[in-house]
């Protein structure tokens, strides 16, 4: 008596009607790379093997995008810092900053704020983008102007 495939996978328990709930990677990393070449060494025609000049410029391209993701992260991390650094050194200094009307206005920055991802510089009450600061004076040469 033949056995239907797939009646005997679902008596056995290993399939279920319910789909994956696996998420699509949408960018190509080191993981996706490695599969496509293990795949594609598998799948090789043995009379025709794989170039491997071809194998260790493909191996190549993936160390340099490596090392290429890696600089960005670091990129990224360094201009975080800066402007945290920026945003610190504004204290009690005499700022001037571009309001939500497009107006311009003058105060002391008195704190800052690293919660959001551009830091916002305390000025009379108000919470202010660092990027919305256009100026800085000293505390003492804004007292005597």
Do not use: C, W
Not at 28 to 51: A, H
Not at 54 to 70: D, G, S, Y
Not at 77 to 93: T, Y
């Amino acid at each position: 008596m033949p056995v239907d495939a797939v009646a005997a996978a679902s008596s056995a328990g290993l399939y279920s009607g319910a789909a994956s709930t696996r998420a699509p990677s949408q960018s190509m990393d080191s993981k996706v790379f490695m599969n496509l070449l293990v795949t594609q060494l598998q799948n090789q025609d043995p009379s025709s093997p794989m170039d491997t000049n071809q194998m260790i410029a493909q191996t190549t391209q993936l160390a340099m995008m490596e090392k290429m993701t890696e600089l960005a992260t670091a990129s990224q991390e360094s201009f975080s810092l800066q402007m945290r650094s920026s945003a610190a050194a504004l204290v009690g200094h005499t700022v001037t900053y571009t309001q939500d009307d497009g107006t311009e206005a003058t105060g002391v920055a008195s704190s800052v704020s690293f919660k959001d991802a551009v830091p916002q510089v305390t000025i009379g009450g108000k919470s202010i983008a660092l990027d919305s600061i256009s100026g800085v004076t000293t505390a003492a040469s804004s007292a005597s102007s």
